[in-house]
T-cell receptor, first 117, second 115 residues
Framework: AQKVTQAQTEISVVEKEDVTLDCVYE???????LFWYKQPPSGELVFLIR??????QNEISGRYSWNFQKSTSSFNFTITASQVVDSAVYFC??????????????FGGGTRLMVKP | EPEVTQTPSHQVTQMGQEVILRCVPI?????FYWYRQILGQKVEFLVS????????KSEIFDDQFSVERPDGSNFTLKIRSTKLEDSAMYFC?????????????FGAGSRLTVL
């Protein structure tokens, strides 16, 4: 069975602070994919990143960076120099091998990030 | 940028009534999904649909639920006899074939309130 745990339910920071959102996952699959989605106050789910289990390189996209560590089953997300517009709920998710039977995502409980001016 | 559109954005219904939530996925996508999010809780998988049939479904997706792609563009979720616990945000999603098949694009959601 797959499981995603986001232990931080809520984080509050002041603008320009760096913040890291934790994600720990469980799976028996050797090939799997990890995701982060953002849910702003408007409610939609916005795709941020996908990583596969064979690629442990960290990724940076502007102020966003992701740290994937298989040894600790973690896929943490860091926002550098946070801005008020980063305020949202962030979900980590896990999917097994891409297949024709459907590509179900297992979501974590989400972390609500509040960035104060 | 192509998007998944959902209607209605909010529906209020009485317990026991039938509800149909509608979605227009991205036109060249092959996989279609419904997820739900009970207020303040995690996003949960309901069902995936590929090649005109259900490919996977969760325990939540019982006989009260059904999905249809009647005309090649719309993708609907029907709840036959709504219960109070069906109150949630329902998200439709779609994904392309190939290596992007598990990169889901979600709609803005349909909030269902059952009274």
């Amino acid at each position: 069975a797959q499981k995603v745990t986001q232990a931080q339910t809520e984080i509050s920071v002041v603008e320009k602070e760096d913040v890291t959102l934790d994600c720990v996952y469980e799976t028996r699959d050797t090939t799997y994919y990890l995701f982060w989605y953002k849910q702003p106050p408007s409610g939609e789910l916005v795709f941020l990143i996908r990583r596969n289990s064979f690629d442990e390189q960290n990724e940076i996209s502007g102020r966003y960076s992701w740290n994937f560590q298989k040894s600790t089953s973690s896929f943490n997300f860091t926002i550098t120099a946070s801005q008020v517009v980063d305020s949202a709920v962030y979900f980590c998710a896990l999917s097994d091998l891409i297949n024709n039977a459907g590509n179900m995502l297992t979501f974590g409980g989400g972390t609500r990030l509040m960035v104060k001016p | 940028e192509p998007e998944v559109t959902q209607t209605p954005s909010h529906q209020v219904t009485q317990m026991g009534q039938e509800v149909i939530l509608r979605c227009v996925p991205i036109s060249n996508h092959l996989y279609f999904y419904w997820y739900r999010q009970i207020l303040g809780q995690k996003v949960e998988f309901l069902v995936s649909f590929y090649n005109n049939e259900i490919s996977e479904k969760s325990e939540i997706f019982d006989d009260q639920f059904s999905v249809e792609r009647p005309d090649g563009s719309n993708f609907t979720l029907k709840i036959r006899s709504t219960k109070l616990e069906d109150s949630a945000m329902y998200f439709c999603a779609s994904s392309p074939g190939g290596s992007g098949a598990n990169v889901l694009t979600f709609g803005a959601g349909s909030r269902l309130t059952v009274l």
